[in-house]
């Protein structure tokens, strides 16, 4: 079955600066990658996904590039605030799939 | 936007005991999911739900059952909790296919003693 791995545990960023935070997956029908953000304490709510009919999705300081060659996926956080620390999580699904597998997550710093 | 509640919040239970954590959505989803969370593991699904009456296996659905009475409630239930089972539970619902944004409940702290 589907595997998603998430390369890094933890990353510290600047304020200001950009985030990037890297996904993988196994399987080749998978057709939509969601991230979902959960703050300390909190539960996990979405904050972008994109479908595997396009390569670079943006809203507002979020992008998500998604390399199918390399079933590759990636979040860009720009101009990053401290509001942006929390943990990130990123997951696949085929489009016929019923549901969606999760990676480990990783824990963003945004340090003034 | 998409509400997700469940109960209890937090809950002690003996090891051997039964748990049964509850979960409500108002959004009219016809797919309903239980997640655990630990450290290193991410989220990883224990049983899901297409509809009122269907229950399906997830990944790690040993240990654990699982009844959808209503489109609304989805139930996860530990027959005899083991400290393992210590976590935290979260439940989502969603629109369609696994192809569609969840929206996640507040979580239960379990712990088994």
């Known amino acids: 079955g589907e595997k998603v791995e998430q390369h890094e545990s933890t990353l510290s960023v600047r304020e200001g600066d950009s985030a990037v935070i890297n996904c993988t997956y196994t399987d080749t029908a998978s057709s939509y990658f969601p991230w979902y953000k959960q703050e300390a304490g909190k539960s996990l709510h979405f904050v972008i996904d994109?479908?595997?009919?396009?390569d670079r999705k943006q809203s507002q300081r979020l992008i998500v590039l998604l390399d199918k060659k390399a079933k590759r996926f990636s979040l860009h956080i720009t101009a990053t605030q401290p509001e942006d620390s929390a943990i990130y999580f990123c997951a696949a699904s085929a489009n016929s799939g019923t549901y969606q597998r999760f990676g480990t997550g990783t824990k963003l710093q945004v340090v003034p | 936007e998409a509400a997700v509640t469940q109960s209890p919040r937090n809950k002690v239970a003996v090891t051997g005991g039964k748990v049964t954590l509850s979960c409500n959505q108002t959004?009219?989803?016809?797919?309903m999911y239980w997640y655990r969370q630990d450290t290193g593991h991410g989220l990883r699904l224990i049983h899901y739900?297409?509809?009122?009456?269907?229950?399906e296996k997830g990944d790690i659905p040993d240990g654990y059952k699982a009844s959808r009475p209503s489109q609304e409630n989805f139930s996860l239930i530990l027959e005899l909790a083991t400290p393992s089972q210590t976590s935290v539970y979260f439940c989502a619902s969603g629109e369609g296919t696994g192809a569609d944004t969840q929206y996640f409940g507040p979580g239960t702290r379990l712990l088994v003693l």
């Open positions: 959004n009219n989803h016809n797919n």
């Open positions: 739900s297409y509809g009122a009456g269907s229950t």
């Open positions: 994109i479908r595997s009919n396009v």
